[in-house]
């Protein structure tokens, strides 16, 4: 059984950093796409940023392109996600997710099959 387990949130000033870890076991991630998703106060679960588990390859949002940094660290079976320059409204509880059939379209929510049970980040101004 696939589980993903996230840590790393908290309280942080805006124009500051943060670093979120998501451990990944129950499977091999090697054909995976791992993504990363938001939930802000009132609003619909959205995409952030997702990677390729093989190759490395990422893909973000616009709304965070430029200021967060996807990586995996193979060896640990650990994604993470780096947010840098972070804004009150990166504020939302951030989920990891898996897609093990490694669709095409990684930014749609319904092609994760694994997820999370999310961790808060608030960035406070």
């Known amino acids: 059984q696939v589980q993903l387990v996230e840590s790393g949130g908290g309280l942080v000033q805006a124009g500051g950093s943060a670093r979120l870890s998501c451990a990944a076991s129950?499977?091999?991630?090697?054909?995976?796409?791992m993504g990363w998703f938001r939930q802000g106060p009132g609003k619909e679960r959205e995409f952030v940023g997702a990677?390729?588990?093989?190759?490395?390859?990422?893909y973000y949002a616009d709304s965070v392109k430029g200021r967060f940094t996807i990586s995996r660290d193979n060896t640990k079976n650990t994604m993470y996600l780096q947010m840098n320059i972070l804004k009150p409204e990166d504020t939302a509880v951030y989920y990891c997710?898996?897609?093990?059939?490694?669709?095409?379209?990684?930014?749609?929510?319904?092609?994760?099959?694994?997820w999370g049970q999310g961790t808060q980040v608030t960035a406070s101004s």
């Open positions: 997710a898996a897609d093990s059939r490694n669709s095409t379209w990684w930014g749609v929510e319904n092609n994760y099959d694994y």
């Open positions: 990677i390729s588990w093989r190759v490395g390859r990422t």
């Open positions: 129950g499977s091999t991630f090697s054909r995976y796409v």
